[in-house]
């Protein structure tokens, strides 16, 4: 209704504008990917390759240096998954059930603990590196996958906590209620209440989690060792090597393969990450 | 039993809690402690500075031209990312063919890590073989850019690829909350003859405020905390011409052997946070009432 008033041309074409800028790096990327190192020199950013050439990807995958190590994104990209899986397992359960005593069980002064809580989320968590070292290294952590494990299950605590927290207080009380009179206990209720109402909210925080723990930077340069080093850590090193010869196409298929997960995600459950995004600006 | 129910819940939170309030608070004392010490590379509680570290952090020029980047970058980055996001969810919201197709390719760099990003860009905005060869290609002889390279502009590479990543986040948001304004008050100004331009500026920004207002607090404190960007686009360089606070405190803590110092700034960009998010935080819990 308020369309017909504004020339539909003008509004397609900024639109269609505004794709093209957001497309245009990941066809770069794919683009400069597929060529050789002669292709890159003659032709320019938006020139298509001359054919689908994968020797960059292999480069990338399995044989590319950085510095003295060539094994290429491999090992790194092992480590992430390694890392990742439980990291988002854990902290998403570890939420529901703090989310599920903040809505349910409350009690005198919950709701000043969880307000406590919600500063983790915005904290800069560079306050935390210089203590979290330390105490990694006390446990004897420091440079494991383990202790990168455990620090993304803590920092990630008090997101999850909010999403689970907010959901649940949104379930009629009464449901709960009802089933404490028939006799149900904590664990009871949920499991066989609450868990099984959970779903859409366990997609959003499973995707949350999982985006913000494969694209983590910080925690994985600051806190991992030669051999713990998740993707981030390895692309940025090789995409910042300072060799003779820069391999853009090696470095463009990195990237890809880096972005690959957290995208094949998005592309299948766009839905949920979108929540996840406003759920997480919008507080209370 | 009874008891025993009473306390189970309270006993099922602790070990989250103790954790979470130790990671958050215990972790921010300790940092604040550090900062005080005339800790290097390894941390020395025995060797209290006082204030020292923060007075020498506030004569380093490498922490004024940070502080300056950060302000460069967080104006035009929230600035920008507003601008364009609520621009496409406006477009958008006019009963677009395509429509979810749009919004999917508007948002994709959100899923992607600042390093993916970063590298990207870093390929796009090299000075020879990038967008200036592009350029030229297309006829432009005399077209050059060299941003990434130049100490005075490479922070401004940092602000392109920041938007492109972040604008989208925008226009979700925005085009949520234009999508929960009730019709008919668009309808009863346009009979009273205002035009749309005037309807947007009038009617809808007022009502998008909270909107607004939550985007550019997420947006702001992102800004602050943006460390993977400007180290896989520049790594702070050329030098440390775009160092920002988060880089700074990197390398100082981890590569420069200067712990102390590297907590001190840490402190800084937590009250810099601290003074956006807790006010946020306290009416966004004040306002809800205590409804269970």
Same mark, same amino acid.
């Given at each position: 209704?308020?369309?017909?008033?504004?020339?539909?041309?003008?509004?397609?074409?900024?639109?269609?504008?505004?794709?093209?800028?957001?497309?245009?790096?990941?066809?770069?990327?794919?683009?400069?990917?597929?060529?050789?190192?002669?292709?890159?020199?003659?032709?320019?950013?938006?020139?298509?390759?001359?054919?689908?050439?994968?020797?960059?990807?292999?480069?990338?995958?399995?044989?590319?240096?950085?510095?003295?190590?060539?094994?290429?994104?491999?090992?790194?990209?092992?480590?992430?998954?390694?890392?990742?899986?439980?990291?988002?397992?854990?902290?998403?359960?570890?939420?529901?059930?703090?989310?599920?005593?903040?809505?349910?069980?409350?009690?005198?002064?919950?709701?000043?603990?969880?307000?406590?809580?919600?500063?983790?989320?915005?904290?800069?968590?560079?306050?935390?590196?210089?203590?979290?070292?330390?105490?990694?290294?006390?446990f004897g952590l420091s440079s494991s996958l383990t202790g990168l494990i455990l620090v993304h299950c803590i920092a990630g605590l008090a997101g999850t906590t909010l999403f689970f927290r907010n959901y649940y207080t949104a379930i009629p009380k009464e449901l709960?209620?009802?089933?404490?009179?028939?006799?149900?206990?904590?664990?009871?209720?949920?499991?066989?209440?609450?868990?099984?109402?959970?779903?859409?909210?366990?997609?959003?925080?499973?995707?949350?989690?999982?985006?913000?723990?494969?694209?983590?930077?910080?925690?994985?340069?600051?806190?991992?060792?030669?051999?713990?080093?998740?993707?981030?850590?390895?692309?940025?090193?090789?995409?910042?090597?300072?060799?003779?010869?820069?391999?853009?196409?090696?470095?463009?298929?990195?990237?890809?393969?880096?972005?690959?997960?957290?995208?094949?995600?998005?592309?299948?459950?766009?839905?949920?990450?979108?929540?996840?995004?406003?759920?997480?600006?919008?507080?209370? | 039993?009874?008891?025993?129910?009473?306390?189970?819940?309270?006993?099922?939170?602790?070990?989250?809690?103790? /954790?979470?309030?130790?990671?958050?608070?215990?972790?921010?004392?300790?940092?604040?402690?550090?900062?005080?010490?005339?800790?290097?590379?390894?941390?020395?509680?025995?060797?209290?500075?006082?204030?020292?570290?923060?007075?020498?952090?506030?004569?380093?020029?490498?922490?004024?031209?940070?502080?300056?980047?950060?302000?460069?970058?967080?104006?035009?980055?929230?600035?920008?990312?507003?601008?364009?996001?609520?621009?496409?969810?406006?477009?958008?919201?006019?009963?677009?063919?395509?429509?979810?197709?749009?919004?999917?390719?508007? /948002?994709?760099?959100?899923?992607?890590?600042?390093?993916?990003?970063?590298?990207?860009?870093?390929?796009?905005?090299?000075?020879? /073989?990038?967008?200036?060869?592009?350029?030229?290609?297309?006829?432009?002889?005399?077209?050059?850019?060299?941003?990434?390279?130049?100490?005075?502009?490479?922070?401004?590479?940092?602000?392109?690829?920041?938007?492109?990543?972040?604008?989208?986040?925008?226009?979700?948001?925005?085009?949520?909350?234009?999508?929960?304004?009730?019709?008919?008050?668009?309808?009863?100004?346009?009979?009273?003859?205002?035009? /749309?331009?005037?309807?947007?500026?009038?009617?809808?920004?007022?009502?998008?405020?909270?909107?607004?207002?939550?985007?550019?607090?997420?947006?702001?404190?992102?800004?602050?905390?943006?460390?993977?960007?400007?180290?896989?686009?520049?790594?702070?360089?050329?030098?440390?011409?775009?160092?920002?606070?988060?880089?700074?405190?990197?390398?100082?803590?981890?590569?420069?052997?200067?712990?102390?110092?590297?907590?001190?700034?840490?402190?800084?960009?937590?009250?810099?946070?601290?003074?956006?998010?807790?006010?946020?935080?306290?009416?966004?819990?004040?306002?809800?009432?205590?409804?269970?």
């Open positions: 209704m308020i369309a017909k008033h504004l020339p539909r041309v003008l509004i397609y074409g900024v639109l269609l504008v505004a794709a093209f800028f957001f497309l245009a790096p990941l066809y770069v990327m794919l683009a400069t990917s597929f060529k050789d190192a002669e292709q890159i020199r003659s032709g320019n950013l938006l020139s298509l390759p001359n054919a689908l050439n994968f020797d960059a990807w292999a480069l990338a995958w399995s044989s590319a240096c950085t510095g003295v190590d060539c094994r290429g994104l491999k090992p790194y990209f092992v480590n992430s998954v390694i890392m990742a899986v439980p990291a988002v397992l854990i902290s998403t359960a570890w939420g529901a059930i703090n989310g599920y005593v903040l809505s349910m069980w409350k009690f005198k002064g919950s709701e000043l603990l969880f307000g406590f809580m919600l500063f983790g989320v915005f904290m800069p968590f560079q306050v935390v590196l210089l203590p979290m070292s330390q105490v990694l290294g006390f709960v209620n009802a089933a404490r009179i028939d006799g149900a206990g904590f664990w009871r209720i949920f499991y066989r209440i609450v868990i099984p109402m959970s779903t859409p909210i366990l997609m959003v925080t499973l995707i949350w989690q999982f985006t913000n723990i494969w694209n983590d930077f910080l925690f994985g340069v600051a806190f991992s060792g030669a051999d713990s080093k998740p993707i981030t850590v390895g692309l940025n090193n090789m995409a910042n090597t300072s060799s003779s010869v820069k391999s853009y196409n090696v470095d463009m298929a990195a990237a890809v393969i880096a972005g690959l997960p957290t995208m094949l995600v998005y592309v299948l459950a766009g839905q949920y990450f979108v929540k996840g995004l406003t759920a997480g600006a919008v507080k209370g | 039993m009874k008891t025993f129910e009473n306390i189970l819940p309270k006993l099922v939170i602790a070990p989250g809690f103790v /954790l979470g309030f130790a990671f958050i608070y215990g972790f921010m004392i300790w940092n604040g402690v550090l900062s005080v010490t005339g800790s290097r590379m390894l941390p020395n509680y025995s060797e209290f500075v006082g204030l020292e570290q923060y007075a020498r952090l506030w004569e380093m020029d490498r922490w004024i031209v940070a502080l300056k980047n950060l302000g460069i970058f967080s104006v035009l980055y929230v600035g920008g990312s507003m601008l364009l996001g609520m621009g496409l969810a406006i477009f958008l919201d006019q009963k677009i063919r395509f429509e979810g197709l749009l919004r999917t390719v508007y /948002l994709y760099p959100m899923a992607l890590s600042f390093i993916v990003t970063g590298t990207a860009w870093k390929w796009i905005l090299n000075p020879s /073989l990038g967008l200036e060869k592009l350029m030229h290609d297309l006829g432009w002889a005399s077209f050059s850019f060299d941003w990434l390279v130049q100490s005075d502009t490479a922070i401004y590479c940092v602000v392109i690829a920041g938007i492109w990543q972040s604008a989208g986040f925008a226009m979700a948001l925005s085009l949520a909350g234009l999508r929960g304004i009730d019709d008919s008050i668009i309808k009863a100004a346009q009979i009273d003859g205002a035009s /749309l331009p005037r309807i947007y500026w009038r009617i809808i920004l007022p009502i998008l405020r909270p909107v607004v207002f939550s985007t550019v607090l997420v947006l702001s404190h992102l800004s602050i905390k943006s460390f993977d960007l400007v180290m896989a686009l520049t790594a702070g360089g050329p030098g440390y011409a775009s160092d920002v606070p988060a880089t700074f405190m990197y390398v100082m803590s981890f590569t420069r052997g200067q712990i102390g110092l590297g907590a001190a700034s840490a402190t800084m960009m937590l009250a810099t946070v601290a003074a956006i998010v807790v006010p946020y935080l306290y009416s966004e819990l004040r306002a809800k009432p205590h409804d269970r």
